[in-house]
């Protein structure tokens, strides 16, 4: 991209500012056929054709696009900035193959004195299963504190200095005196392994997450923080980093329930008393909550919430004008959180409660009547598609958790947005990793067929719908039309395609005439295009040049 400037006016100029993309491909609505858009203060004015726009706005910035392709920015809906960026700038357990190899890479990485904090094993993905001793890890450790998060993090291994800044951890719910911690036990271990980290380190990995999601192609996130997880300061600190116009908005939300926590939540500037407010746990950790036991082991998983709890914090959130929402997953959670629904449409009315525009993370394992349910409720559904990339299909850790039956019923996308249930997509990073035109891929190609959605409805929940999912309901933002804000992704030059409507025809087609603007092939075995630049408002936030 090349830029060049027609306008006179200076540095201090108040007349308004405008730039003028041609010579690309944008991905608009209001024209299939678009190659340039005009953006004047942070908002779009215009989009259309190459010499139209060059007429229209003859003083404005000119960018030429050399065919490039503008997309709206992509919105997280789900994030762990902290999580993440500790991930991005230590060690990767997800590389890692066996007991042996994430000793070595622990000997490898700890230092005297310091945390050490890491991410993303997986023991399903090994080549031998055997998760490695308390007294192994100590001995890899040198004796520095250490915590090491599962992939999914709801279960981490941790060395005994690391036990030591937990007081009272062995007598928690979850505590294992040489394996995994679990439940209360690991939320212990989280918080210790946090108040190890100082407000400069954290400042800094905040920032290299930030900085890694505007060079996605992401210009929101919505971090997912909660006491168990993170930290009031933690939040605060995001929040007070990410109102730089040069890096990704975050939206906040904090994961906890009462009167305190409605105080919080205003004092924080959080959007709601939602994300990670854990109704279960996990698959991968068996702790999310089902009716029938797990194929592989004698428990039905956790469950930490009852209606009428759910039911309270939904109405309480609903009177205070914030977002209430859970972490919810196992089907015996979404039953209960289906009901909590329902008992508090008896306490705020259906109007108010639907208004409200509540959001649930993760609900994998939900049928067609409780899409229903939660469709009429006005309930948002932020879903993480590459949850079924990595462990769906019959041969996957679901299918190993729950057997093949049941694990392909596991989110099914198709099921929520035929029942009309706004969609958001996201990662959950660092669960998964920062990866939109993935995420859009896997949501397509579901390893169930018959749950994947469209490209275009996929491509719609990992932006329009994140920013709704949000709050934002003004119709326009997360799209590129005249009056919505300027948020807006540049990538490399790629062939663009639209998805034949008819169902039956697997096959992709070119023909202008179906007025739908295109998208990159999604097929699993084509190269996805990498981000030339990121727009946040008008304000680049990310350029490869």
Same mark, same amino acid.
Do not use: K
């Given at each position: 991209m090349t830029s060049s400037s027609a306008g006179s006016a200076g540095p201090h100029s108040t007349t308004a500012r405008t730039t003028l993309l041609l010579g690309g491909h944008v991905h608009t609505p209001a024209s299939s056929g678009a190659t340039?858009?005009?953006?004047?203060?942070?908002?779009?004015?215009?989009?259309?054709?190459?010499?139209?726009?060059?007429?229209?706005?003859?003083?404005? +910035?000119?960018?030429?696009?050399?065919?490039?392709? !503008?997309?709206?920015?992509?919105?997280?809906?789900?994030?762990?900035?902290?999580?993440?960026?500790?991930?991005?700038?230590?060690?990767d357990l997800a590389r890692v193959s066996d007991a042996g190899q994430l000793l070595a890479a622990v000997r490898s990485?700890?230092?005297?004195?310091?945390?050490?904090?890491?991410?993303?094993?997986?023991?399903?993905?090994?080549?031998e299963p055997r998760l490695p001793s308390r007294t192994e890890l100590d001995e890899a450790a040198g004796g520095a504190p250490v915590y090491l998060s599962r992939v999914d993090v709801h279960s981490a291994l941790v060395s005994s200095a690391?036990?030591?800044?937990?007081?009272?951890?062995?007598?928690?719910?979850?505590?294992?005196?040489d394996g995994p911690v679990t439940r209360e036990a690991h939320s212990a271990a989280i918080t210790a392994s946090r108040s190890a980290l100082t407000p400069e380190h954290r400042h800094?990995?905040?920032?290299?997450?930030?900085?890694?999601?505007?060079?996605?192609?992401?210009?929101? !996130?919505?971090?997912?923080a909660a006491p168990g997880?993170?930290?009031?300061?933690?939040?605060?600190?995001?929040?007070?980093?990410?109102?730089?116009?040069?890096?990704? +908005?975050?939206?906040?939300?904090?994961?906890?329930?009462?009167?305190?926590? !409605?105080?919080?939540?205003?004092?924080?500037?959080?959007?709601?008393?939602?994300g990670d407010l854990l109704v279960d746990g996990s698959l991968g950790s068996r702790t999310a909550a089902l009716h029938a036991p797990y194929a592989d082991a004698d428990t039905t998983g956790n469950r930490y919430l009852e209606a009428h709890e759910i039911a309270d914090h939904i109405a309480l959130c609903t009177d205070a004008g914030l977002q209430a929402g859970f972490h919810v997953i196992g089907d015996a959670g979404v039953s209960e959180v289906v009901e909590g629904f329902r008992l508090a449409e008896k306490q705020v009315g259906r109007r108010a409660l639907?208004?409200?525009?509540?959001?649930?993370?993760?609900?994998?394992?939900?049928?067609?009547?409780?899409?229903?349910?939660?469709?009429?409720?006005?309930?948002?559904?932020?879903?993480?598609?590459?949850?079924?990339?990595?462990?769906?299909?019959?041969?996957?850790?679901?299918?190993?958790?729950?057997?093949?039956?049941?694990?392909?019923?596991l989110n099914p996308f198709a099921t929520l947005a035929a029942a009309g249930v706004p969609l958001a997509f996201g990662s959950d990073v660092p669960v998964t990793p920062l990866a939109p035109w993935e995420s859009v891929r896997a949501a397509v190609h579901h390893r169930t067929p018959g749950s994947g959605i469209s490209p275009r409805a996929a491509f719609n929940a990992h932006t329009r719908g994140g920013h709704r999912a949000a709050g934002v309901a003004d119709g326009?933002?997360?799209?590129? !039309?005249?009056?919505a804000p300027a948020h807006y992704a540049v990538w490399e030059p790629v062939e663009l395609v639209v998805a034949a409507p008819d169902s039956r025809v697997?096959?992709?087609?070119?023909?202008?005439?179906?007025?739908?603007?295109?998208?990159?092939?999604?097929?699993?075995e084509t190269p996805l295009p990498g981000c030339l630049r990121t727009v946040r408002a008008g304000e680049v936030i990310h350029s490869r040049d």
């Open positions: 340039a858009m005009a953006v004047t203060d942070g908002t779009v004015v215009w989009v259309g054709q190459d010499g139209p726009g060059r007429a229209l706005h003859p003083d404005a +910035e000119v960018i030429d696009l050399d065919g490039a392709f !503008v997309t709206p920015g992509f919105v997280d809906a789900h994030v762990h900035a902290t999580n993440a960026g500790l991930h991005l700038a230590g060690i990485a700890a230092r005297p004195g310091e945390v050490l904090i890491a991410h993303g094993w997986d023991e399903t993905r090994w080549t690391l036990v030591d800044l937990a007081p009272g951890i062995r007598q928690l719910s979850g505590w294992s005196d800094r990995v905040q920032e290299t997450f930030l900085r890694e999601a505007a060079a996605r192609g992401i210009v929101a !996130v919505h971090e997912n997880i993170s930290s009031e300061e933690d939040l605060r600190g995001l929040l007070e980093l990410a109102d730089d116009p040069g890096l990704p +908005e975050v939206v906040g939300y904090w994961g906890a329930s009462g009167q305190d926590a !409605v105080d919080t939540a205003r004092r924080l500037g959080a959007r709601g008393l939602a639907a208004g409200a525009g509540h959001r649930l993370e993760h609900v994998e394992m939900i049928d067609a009547d409780q899409a229903d349910v939660l469709a009429g409720y006005n309930v948002a559904a932020s879903m993480q598609p590459l949850f079924d990339g990595n462990w769906g299909g019959r041969e996957g850790m679901y299918a190993t958790r729950l057997g093949a039956d049941r694990a392909a019923g326009i933002t997360g799209s590129l !039309v005249p009056g697997q096959r992709w087609s070119t023909d202008p005439r179906a007025q739908v603007p295109g998208l990159p092939p999604l097929d699993p």
